[in-house]
C-alpha cells in the first residue's frame, strides 16, 4: 500500500501530490485577493494512468474551498474536473 500527501507549496505556487516520498503529480496556480487561479496540472511519467492527477486535484480544490477561495480554472485538467464533481460550497469562476 502506498502512503500519499498533498500539500501547498506557496514558494512554488503549486500544489504537489507525494507518494512515499516521491513527487507524483503538482498543480500550479496564482493566488491572489481570496482567487485561486490554476494554470496546470502535470503528473510525472512514473505515477502516469493510476489516478494520481485526479487525486491531486480533488484535494487542492477541498483545500482552496477550505480557504475560502474562488477557483478559476484556466487549467483543462481542473475545468473538466470541476464541472464533472459537484463540489459543496465551492465558488467558481469560469474564465472564456
Not at 496540472?41 to 477541498?62: I, N, W
Not at 483545500?63 to 465551492?90: H, K, M, Q, W
Request: charged residues 25%; aromatic residues 8%.
Amino acid at each position: 500500500m502506498t502512503d500519499s500527501q498533498i500539500t501547498r507549496n506557496d514558494g512554488a505556487g503549486r500544489y504537489e501530490l507525494h507518494v512515499d516520498g516521491e513527487l507524483a503529480a503538482f498543480a500550479d496556480f496564482l493566488a491572489s485577493d481570496g482567487r485561486i487561479v490554476f494554470t496546470h496540472t502535470e503528473t510525472v511519467e512514473a505515477f502516469s494512468g493510476q489516478g494520481r492527477g485526479t487525486e491531486l486535484v480533488t484535494g487542492a480544490v477541498a483545500d482552496s474551498v477550505e480557504r475560502g477561495d474562488t477557483i478559476v480554472p484556466r487549467c483543462p485538467f481542473v475545468r473538466r474536473y470541476l464541472e464533472r464533481n459537484d463540489i459543496p460550497g465551492a465558488s467558481v469562476e469560469y474564465p472564456d
